[in-house]
Protein backbone atom coordinates (compact mmCIF):
# COMPACT_ATOMS: atom_id res chain seq x y z
CA UNK A 1 0.00 0.00 0.00
CA UNK A 2 1.17 3.32 -1.11
CA UNK A 3 0.61 6.38 1.34
CA UNK A 4 -1.37 8.82 -0.53
CA UNK A 5 0.02 12.47 -1.34
CA UNK A 6 -1.16 15.38 -0.19
CA UNK A 7 -0.25 18.77 -2.03
CA UNK A 8 0.27 21.83 -0.06
CA UNK A 9 -1.26 25.00 -2.02
CA UNK A 10 1.68 27.27 -3.50
CA UNK A 11 1.86 30.97 -4.49
CA UNK A 12 2.76 32.39 -7.78
CA UNK A 13 4.97 35.26 -8.19
CA UNK A 14 5.49 36.94 -11.95
CA UNK A 15 8.58 37.41 -13.52
CA UNK A 16 7.34 41.33 -14.61
CA UNK A 17 6.11 43.62 -12.44
CA UNK A 18 2.50 43.48 -12.15
CA UNK A 19 0.15 46.92 -12.11
CA UNK A 20 -0.13 48.78 -9.09
CA UNK A 21 -3.63 49.57 -8.52
CA UNK A 22 -2.66 53.30 -8.01
CA UNK A 23 -1.46 53.25 -11.34
CA UNK A 24 -3.85 51.37 -13.13
CA UNK A 25 -5.61 52.79 -16.03
CA UNK A 26 -9.90 52.77 -16.08
CA UNK A 27 -9.90 50.19 -18.06
CA UNK A 28 -7.52 47.90 -16.30
CA UNK A 29 -9.59 48.74 -13.38
CA UNK A 30 -12.50 47.95 -15.10
CA UNK A 31 -11.33 44.48 -16.47
CA UNK A 32 -10.19 43.61 -12.27
CA UNK A 33 -13.64 44.42 -11.52
CA UNK A 34 -12.15 46.77 -8.55
CA UNK A 35 -12.62 50.33 -7.07
CA UNK A 36 -9.74 52.37 -6.77
CA UNK A 37 -9.89 51.82 -3.20
CA UNK A 38 -9.27 48.42 -2.92
CA UNK A 39 -6.78 46.56 -1.72
CA UNK A 40 -6.21 42.94 -2.53
CA UNK A 41 -6.14 42.12 -5.61
CA UNK A 42 -3.55 38.97 -6.37
CA UNK A 43 -0.51 39.59 -8.70
CA UNK A 44 -1.46 36.90 -10.88
CA UNK A 45 -4.65 39.24 -11.85
CA UNK A 46 -2.37 42.36 -12.00
CA UNK A 47 0.20 40.86 -14.22
CA UNK A 48 -2.22 39.59 -16.91
CA UNK A 49 -4.24 42.94 -16.85
CA UNK A 50 -1.40 44.42 -18.39
CA UNK A 51 -3.66 43.90 -21.86
CA UNK A 52 -6.77 44.59 -20.43
CA UNK A 53 -8.41 43.27 -23.17
CA UNK A 54 -7.42 39.46 -23.49
CA UNK A 55 -7.27 39.62 -19.98
CA UNK A 56 -11.43 39.79 -19.96
CA UNK A 57 -11.85 37.60 -22.68
CA UNK A 58 -9.86 34.45 -21.26
CA UNK A 59 -11.76 35.11 -17.96
CA UNK A 60 -14.97 34.57 -19.35
CA UNK A 61 -14.17 32.01 -21.31
CA UNK A 62 -12.07 29.45 -18.53
CA UNK A 63 -14.86 30.21 -16.11
CA UNK A 64 -17.09 28.89 -18.40
CA UNK A 65 -15.55 25.96 -19.29
CA UNK A 66 -14.67 24.80 -15.89
CA UNK A 67 -17.86 26.37 -13.94
CA UNK A 68 -20.47 26.10 -16.70
CA UNK A 69 -23.65 23.38 -15.34
CA UNK A 70 -24.26 20.41 -16.85
CA UNK A 71 -22.51 18.51 -19.36
CA UNK A 72 -18.70 16.29 -18.28
CA UNK A 73 -18.64 16.12 -14.03
CA UNK A 74 -16.31 18.71 -12.57
CA UNK A 75 -13.96 16.46 -11.25
CA UNK A 76 -13.11 14.70 -15.23
CA UNK A 77 -12.67 18.63 -15.79
CA UNK A 78 -10.40 19.18 -13.15
CA UNK A 79 -8.74 15.62 -14.42
CA UNK A 80 -8.10 17.33 -17.52
CA UNK A 81 -6.94 20.45 -16.44
CA UNK A 82 -4.34 18.22 -14.21
CA UNK A 83 -3.42 15.91 -16.84
CA UNK A 84 -2.49 19.21 -19.45
CA UNK A 85 -1.02 20.42 -16.19
CA UNK A 86 1.90 18.07 -16.18
CA UNK A 87 2.54 17.80 -19.49
CA UNK A 88 3.21 21.55 -20.00
CA UNK A 89 4.79 21.36 -16.40
CA UNK A 90 2.91 23.81 -14.59
CA UNK A 91 3.65 22.84 -11.46
CA UNK A 92 1.22 25.81 -9.83
CA UNK A 93 -2.00 25.00 -12.01
CA UNK A 94 -0.90 20.88 -11.10
CA UNK A 95 -1.25 21.53 -7.25
CA UNK A 96 -4.08 23.99 -8.07
CA UNK A 97 -6.14 21.31 -9.64
CA UNK A 98 -5.00 17.85 -8.16
CA UNK A 99 -6.43 19.77 -4.92
CA UNK A 100 -9.85 20.56 -6.33
CA UNK A 101 -9.99 17.09 -7.83
CA UNK A 102 -9.02 15.78 -4.49
CA UNK A 103 -12.36 17.92 -3.17
CA UNK A 104 -14.50 17.30 -5.48
CA UNK A 105 -14.03 13.24 -5.46
CA UNK A 106 -13.01 13.01 -1.38
CA UNK A 107 -10.14 11.28 -2.33
CA UNK A 108 -6.29 11.56 -3.01
CA UNK A 109 -6.38 8.46 -5.12
CA UNK A 110 -6.02 10.10 -8.71
CA UNK A 111 -4.02 12.33 -7.57
CA UNK A 112 -1.55 10.14 -5.84
CA UNK A 113 -1.50 7.81 -9.35
CA UNK A 114 -0.39 10.85 -11.13
CA UNK A 115 2.22 12.06 -9.07
CA UNK A 116 3.74 8.86 -8.31
CA UNK A 117 3.39 8.31 -12.29
CA UNK A 118 1.31 5.46 -11.47
CA UNK A 119 -1.39 5.88 -14.48
CA UNK A 120 -1.85 2.14 -14.04
CA UNK A 121 -3.56 2.10 -11.20
CA UNK A 122 -6.23 4.46 -12.10
CA UNK A 123 -9.66 3.26 -13.49
CA UNK A 124 -10.86 3.24 -16.75
CA UNK A 125 -12.81 6.14 -16.56
CA UNK A 126 -9.95 8.40 -15.07
CA UNK A 127 -7.05 6.60 -17.41
CA UNK A 128 -9.30 7.71 -20.81
CA UNK A 129 -9.50 11.18 -19.56
CA UNK A 130 -5.71 11.64 -18.53
CA UNK A 131 -4.39 9.77 -21.46
CA UNK A 132 -6.34 11.96 -24.07
CA UNK A 133 -5.48 14.75 -21.42
CA UNK A 134 -1.26 14.35 -22.07
CA UNK A 135 -1.46 13.59 -25.96
CA UNK A 136 -3.76 16.62 -26.82
CA UNK A 137 -1.35 18.56 -24.86
CA UNK A 138 1.52 16.98 -26.63
CA UNK A 139 2.72 19.99 -29.61
CA UNK A 140 1.50 19.00 -32.14
CA UNK A 141 -0.80 16.71 -30.95
CA UNK A 142 -0.40 13.14 -30.36
CA UNK A 143 -4.10 12.53 -29.89
CA UNK A 144 -5.85 9.81 -32.16
CA UNK A 145 -9.23 8.33 -33.00
CA UNK A 146 -8.21 6.01 -30.59
CA UNK A 147 -8.29 8.44 -27.94
CA UNK A 148 -11.77 9.31 -28.92
CA UNK A 149 -13.09 5.84 -28.67
CA UNK A 150 -11.96 4.96 -25.66
CA UNK A 151 -13.51 8.50 -24.24
CA UNK A 152 -16.90 6.74 -26.15
CA UNK A 153 -16.34 3.04 -24.68
CA UNK A 154 -16.42 4.56 -20.91
CA UNK A 155 -19.79 6.21 -21.67
CA UNK A 156 -18.67 10.04 -22.76
CA UNK A 157 -21.73 11.77 -25.34
CA UNK A 158 -20.42 14.06 -27.43
CA UNK A 159 -20.61 17.14 -25.38
CA UNK A 160 -18.96 15.80 -22.58
CA UNK A 161 -16.08 15.00 -24.72
CA UNK A 162 -16.28 18.54 -26.24
CA UNK A 163 -16.33 19.97 -22.66
CA UNK A 164 -13.60 17.66 -21.81
CA UNK A 165 -11.68 18.67 -24.81
CA UNK A 166 -11.78 22.80 -23.79
CA UNK A 167 -11.08 22.04 -20.12
CA UNK A 168 -8.03 20.48 -21.66
CA UNK A 169 -7.39 22.99 -24.25
CA UNK A 170 -8.08 26.04 -21.89
CA UNK A 171 -4.72 24.66 -20.01
CA UNK A 172 -2.54 25.11 -22.63
CA UNK A 173 -3.83 28.16 -22.40
CA UNK A 174 -3.38 28.69 -18.28
CA UNK A 175 0.15 27.05 -18.27
CA UNK A 176 1.45 28.78 -20.85
CA UNK A 177 0.80 32.10 -19.13
CA UNK A 178 1.31 30.98 -14.99
CA UNK A 179 4.49 29.12 -16.25
CA UNK A 180 6.08 30.97 -18.58
CA UNK A 181 5.34 34.58 -16.45
CA UNK A 182 6.41 32.89 -13.31
CA UNK A 183 7.00 30.78 -10.24
CA UNK A 184 5.38 28.48 -8.03
CA UNK A 185 6.62 28.58 -4.60
CA UNK A 186 5.57 26.90 -1.21
CA UNK A 187 4.31 29.06 1.28
CA UNK A 188 3.87 32.50 0.88
CA UNK B 1 -22.83 30.83 -38.65
CA UNK B 2 -19.46 29.09 -39.60
CA UNK B 3 -16.74 31.22 -37.35
CA UNK B 4 -13.37 30.52 -36.92
CA UNK B 5 -13.08 27.13 -34.99
CA UNK B 6 -15.55 25.38 -36.93
CA UNK B 7 -13.49 26.07 -40.22
CA UNK B 8 -10.38 24.81 -38.41
CA UNK B 9 -12.07 22.10 -37.22
CA UNK B 10 -13.56 21.25 -40.75
CA UNK B 11 -17.07 21.46 -39.44
CA UNK B 12 -19.77 22.27 -42.03
CA UNK B 13 -23.49 23.26 -40.82
CA UNK B 14 -25.23 19.90 -41.10
CA UNK B 15 -22.17 18.55 -39.10
CA UNK B 16 -23.35 16.83 -36.04
CA UNK B 17 -20.35 18.22 -34.18
CA UNK B 18 -21.32 21.52 -35.30
CA UNK B 19 -24.91 21.28 -33.16
CA UNK B 20 -23.15 19.57 -30.48
CA UNK B 21 -20.41 23.02 -30.19
CA UNK B 22 -23.65 24.86 -29.79
CA UNK B 23 -25.26 23.33 -27.08
CA UNK B 24 -22.25 25.21 -25.40
CA UNK B 25 -22.95 28.49 -26.56
CA UNK B 26 -20.67 30.40 -23.90
CA UNK B 27 -17.82 28.19 -25.23
CA UNK B 28 -18.40 29.24 -29.21
CA UNK B 29 -19.01 32.83 -28.25
CA UNK B 30 -16.25 32.94 -25.70
CA UNK B 31 -13.25 31.21 -28.00
CA UNK B 32 -14.28 33.68 -30.96
CA UNK B 33 -13.86 36.79 -28.62
CA UNK B 34 -10.86 35.65 -27.69
CA UNK B 35 -9.34 35.34 -30.73
CA UNK B 36 -10.49 39.24 -31.87
CA UNK B 37 -8.81 39.93 -28.59
CA UNK B 38 -5.47 38.86 -29.18
CA UNK B 39 -5.57 39.29 -33.20
CA UNK B 40 -7.29 42.33 -33.32
CA UNK B 41 -7.32 43.87 -30.01
CA UNK B 42 -8.69 47.78 -29.87
CA UNK B 43 -5.29 48.90 -28.41
CA UNK B 44 -2.29 46.59 -29.84
CA UNK B 45 0.25 47.37 -27.31
CA UNK B 46 2.60 48.27 -30.27
CA UNK B 47 2.12 44.66 -31.79
CA UNK B 48 0.44 45.73 -34.89
CA UNK B 49 -1.98 43.00 -36.42
CA UNK B 50 0.67 41.75 -39.12
CA UNK B 51 3.24 40.52 -36.83
CA UNK B 52 0.32 39.08 -34.97
CA UNK B 53 -1.19 37.21 -37.71
CA UNK B 54 2.59 36.00 -39.19
CA UNK B 55 2.97 34.88 -35.44
CA UNK B 56 0.09 32.87 -35.92
CA UNK B 57 0.77 31.35 -38.62
CA UNK B 58 4.11 30.03 -37.52
CA UNK B 59 2.44 28.56 -34.13
CA UNK B 60 -0.13 26.93 -36.36
CA UNK B 61 2.83 25.34 -38.35
CA UNK B 62 4.35 24.04 -35.66
CA UNK B 63 1.46 22.52 -34.01
CA UNK B 64 1.16 20.63 -37.84
CA UNK B 65 -2.33 22.27 -38.28
CA UNK B 66 -3.13 22.44 -42.22
CA UNK B 67 -6.17 24.09 -41.55
CA UNK B 68 -5.01 26.74 -39.31
CA UNK B 69 -2.12 27.03 -41.31
CA UNK B 70 -4.51 27.54 -44.56
CA UNK B 71 -5.99 29.96 -42.22
CA UNK B 72 -3.92 32.70 -41.22
CA UNK B 73 -2.14 32.45 -44.54
CA UNK B 74 -5.36 33.91 -45.97
CA UNK B 75 -5.73 36.23 -43.28
CA UNK B 76 -1.68 37.61 -43.48
CA UNK B 77 -2.23 37.74 -47.33
CA UNK B 78 -5.30 40.04 -46.78
CA UNK B 79 -2.21 42.24 -44.76
CA UNK B 80 0.07 42.49 -47.78
CA UNK B 81 3.17 41.66 -45.14
CA UNK B 82 6.58 42.56 -45.14
CA UNK B 83 9.52 39.89 -46.68
CA UNK B 84 10.51 40.08 -43.02
CA UNK B 85 6.73 39.14 -41.63
CA UNK B 86 6.57 36.55 -44.33
CA UNK B 87 9.66 35.02 -42.78
CA UNK B 88 8.66 35.22 -39.51
CA UNK B 89 5.64 33.45 -40.43
CA UNK B 90 7.47 30.57 -42.33
CA UNK B 91 9.58 29.94 -39.59
CA UNK B 92 12.99 31.61 -40.08
CA UNK B 93 15.24 31.98 -37.68
CA UNK B 94 17.53 34.29 -39.17
CA UNK B 95 15.80 37.63 -38.32
CA UNK B 96 16.22 41.13 -36.89
CA UNK B 97 15.72 42.00 -33.82
CA UNK B 98 13.56 41.82 -32.00
CA UNK B 99 11.58 39.60 -34.22
CA UNK B 100 14.81 36.61 -33.29
CA UNK B 101 13.67 37.07 -30.00
CA UNK B 102 10.01 37.13 -30.31
CA UNK B 103 10.61 33.88 -32.46
CA UNK B 104 12.57 32.20 -30.49
CA UNK B 105 10.24 32.41 -27.54
CA UNK B 106 7.24 32.08 -29.75
CA UNK B 107 8.66 28.27 -30.38
CA UNK B 108 10.15 27.35 -27.39
CA UNK B 109 6.20 27.92 -25.35
CA UNK B 110 4.47 26.53 -28.21
CA UNK B 111 6.70 23.44 -28.37
CA UNK B 112 8.10 22.80 -24.77
CA UNK B 113 6.46 25.52 -22.42
CA UNK B 114 7.87 22.71 -19.46
CA UNK B 115 11.48 24.68 -20.30
CA UNK B 116 10.49 28.17 -20.34
CA UNK B 117 12.65 30.09 -17.59
CA UNK B 118 13.08 33.51 -15.88
CA UNK B 119 15.63 34.35 -18.34
CA UNK B 120 12.87 33.62 -21.38
CA UNK B 121 10.96 36.56 -20.55
CA UNK B 122 14.31 38.92 -19.32
CA UNK B 123 15.51 38.39 -22.87
CA UNK B 124 12.04 39.60 -24.48
CA UNK B 125 12.60 42.79 -22.18
CA UNK B 126 15.90 42.93 -23.28
CA UNK B 127 15.07 43.15 -26.93
CA UNK B 128 13.20 45.67 -25.57
CA UNK B 129 9.57 44.76 -25.10
CA UNK B 130 7.47 46.49 -22.30
CA UNK B 131 5.38 44.33 -19.82
CA UNK B 132 1.81 44.99 -21.62
CA UNK B 133 3.76 43.42 -24.78
CA UNK B 134 5.17 40.77 -22.95
CA UNK B 135 1.40 39.86 -22.04
CA UNK B 136 0.01 40.36 -24.93
CA UNK B 137 2.21 38.34 -26.71
CA UNK B 138 2.15 35.63 -24.05
CA UNK B 139 -1.79 35.31 -24.47
CA UNK B 140 -1.30 35.14 -28.76
CA UNK B 141 0.97 32.68 -27.97
CA UNK B 142 -1.31 30.45 -25.24
CA UNK B 143 -4.42 31.31 -27.42
CA UNK B 144 -3.19 29.63 -30.53
CA UNK B 145 -2.04 27.05 -28.53
CA UNK B 146 -5.74 26.74 -27.40
CA UNK B 147 -7.12 26.97 -30.71
CA UNK B 148 -5.20 24.75 -32.13
CA UNK B 149 -6.22 21.59 -29.84
CA UNK B 150 -9.97 22.49 -29.71
CA UNK B 151 -9.73 22.01 -33.79
CA UNK B 152 -7.62 18.97 -32.97
CA UNK B 153 -10.18 17.25 -30.69
CA UNK B 154 -13.31 18.61 -32.43
CA UNK B 155 -11.51 16.62 -36.06
CA UNK B 156 -10.38 13.32 -34.30
CA UNK B 157 -14.77 13.49 -33.21
CA UNK B 158 -15.25 12.93 -36.89
CA UNK B 159 -14.77 9.12 -37.14
CA UNK B 160 -16.99 6.37 -35.46
Keep these: ?13 PYIAPVELPQAT ?16 SEYVRTLVHDPESYVARTVLFNAIMYVEGGLARPDRELGALGASIVNGCKFCAVVHARRHA ?3 KSDDVVTALYLERPET ?7 INSFARRL ?3 PSEATADDINSLRSIGMDDIEIIDLIHAISIFGWANRLMHVLGHAESGK | MIDAMDKAAGLSLNDARFSARRFRPEFVEGAELCRLSVLTPANDQGLARDLR ?12 DEALIAQYDAQLAELDPSRRLSALAEGATDLAEPLATIARHVDLVTLSPIKAEESDIARLAEAGLNNPQIVALSEL ?6 QTRVAAGLRLMRAR
Design chain 1, 122 to 128: LGPRDAA
Design chain 2, 141 to 146: IAFVNF
Design chain 1, 137 to 139: SAA
Design chain 1, 1 to 13: MISSVRLKPLTWH
Design chain 1, 26 to 41: PEQLDAMKVTPSAKKV
Design chain 1, 103 to 105: ELT
Design chain 2, 53 to 64: VALARRMATLNA
